[in-house]
């Protein structure tokens, strides 16, 4: 799933501790267990930020220059997008967001 979050305040998605934040929500929402993370903060700006899940990971890059954050999510259990945007919302207060499925081939 991609999470695509459009007109954020550039201030609060170039903060690692809001991104931090919103990924830890995130997989608590969605009933997901974080066992590792880590995040960057690139110069002049730009977060990278992720949680590798017993279920797969979530992770945020972000542009703060175009108040563009990207949410890239893969898990091998069911997401409710619902709860996954409301969270990235709620806490990023994007002005638009958009939500692509997609269904990735599993091995044989």
């Not at 931090?20 to 929500?25: F, P, S, T």
């Not at 969605?30 to 880590?38: K, S």
């Not at 069911?78 to 996954?84: F, M, Q």
Request: with cysteine.
């Amino acid at each position: 799933m991609v999470v695509e979050c459009r007109g954020c305040p550039p201030k609060l998605i170039d903060h690692r501790p809001t991104i931090r934040k919103v990924l830890r929500l995130a997989a608590k929402r969605c009933g997901l267990h974080v066992v590792q993370e880590g995040i960057h903060a690139f110069r002049p700006q730009g977060v990278t930020g992720y949680v590798l899940l017993r279920e797969s990971h979530i992770s945020v890059h972000t542009w703060p220059e175009s108040g563009f954050a990207l949410v890239d999510v893969l898990s091998c259990v069911p997401i409710d997008a619902k709860a996954l945007s409301a969270c990235f919302t709620q806490l990023l207060q994007p002005a638009q967001v958009t939500v692509r499925g997609l269904k990735a081939s599993r091995p044989r």
